[in-house]
């Protein structure tokens, strides 16, 4: 039962990636932003995403928290992904939005593997 549960997870979490971020350079395009602002966007969130995911990773595995920074990463980045549709003309504003959601997010995919092979 837990397999089918996981897959479920899975099936949505990457659809819901396939639909949002292959969509987000022509939002940030429509809010006003140019080539370069809309690239460096793109290129520091996913720089943070390297950098943020081991770190979430080594504080779930320290405390043995993974369940609760799982959800907590979860809620927090969608509630600061709902800050891009304000900020979405403010290139700066955008920036540290985009930047902080993708920090808290890039520990959700790791935590997820981890729940599959220890489950």
């Known amino acids: 039962m837990a397999s089918v549960r996981f897959k ?15 969509y987000m350079p022509v939002y940030y395009r429509q809010r006003g932003l140019d080539a370069s602002q809309v690239g460096v966007i793109l290129a520091l969130a996913s720089g943070i995403g390297a ?9 779930a595995d320290v405390f043995n928290k993974h369940t609760t920074i799982f959800r907590i990463n979860c809620l ?12 979405g003309g403010d290139f700066y504003r955008l920036l540290i939005a985009v ?3 993708q920090f808290l ?7 997820l593997d981890a729940f599959v092979i220890l489950f």
């Not at 997010?105 to 935590?111: D, E, F, G």
């Open 8 to 22: 479920i997870i899975y099936l949505l979490l990457y659809s819901a990636y396939g639909s949002f971020f292959s």
């Open 51 to 59: 950098i943020g995911s081991p770190i979430w990773c080594f504080i």
């Open 76 to 87: 927090c980045s969608t509630l600061i992904r709902l800050l891009y549709i304000p900020f």
């Open 99 to 101: 930047v902080s959601s």
């Open 105 to 111: 997010h890039s520990a959700v995919s790791p935590i």
